[in-house]
């Protein structure tokens, strides 16, 4: 059955970093557009990255210069590389998928940036 699964979250001090990973299964990426999404508690869910199958890449601007987004589709995943962290980066980050009417989310990885 295909899915996505994110890993890498973790609690980090401000000014820290880490990187998020989600990997596919049952399908293979190099055709879909994929976007990071995080979802801050009593916050709207936001997308905070973007990287087209041709490799087109865009932030939202509060990310802009600390996160970078990258895929590997020879290792079938893609990366969320985040430097500088702030504690309003704290929040539940998830991968999504989409080629066609193809679609694919993962369940998400929580991400607390605290001191």
């Known amino acids: 059955q295909a899915h996505l699964v994110e890993s890498g979250g973790a609690l980090v001090q401000p000014g820290g970093s880490l990187t998020l990973s989600c990997a596919a299964s049952?399908?293979?990426?190099?055709?879909?557009?994929m976007r990071w999404y995080r979802q801050a508690p009593g916050k709207e869910q936001e997308l905070v990255a973007f990287?087209?199958?041709?490799?087109?890449?865009d932030y939202v601007d509060s990310v802009k210069g600390r996160f970078t987004i990258s895929r590997d589709n020879a290792k079938n995943e893609m990366y969320l590389q985040m430097n500088s962290l702030k504690p309003e980066d704290t929040a539940v980050y998830s991968c999504?998928?989409?080629?066609?009417?193809?679609?694919?989310w993962g369940r998400g990885t929580q991400v607390t940036v605290s001191s």
């Open positions: 999504y998928a989409e080629w066609l009417s193809f679609h694919y």
């Open positions: 049952g399908f293979t990426l190099n055709k879909y557009d």
């Open positions: 990287i087209s199958s041709a490799g087109t890449i």
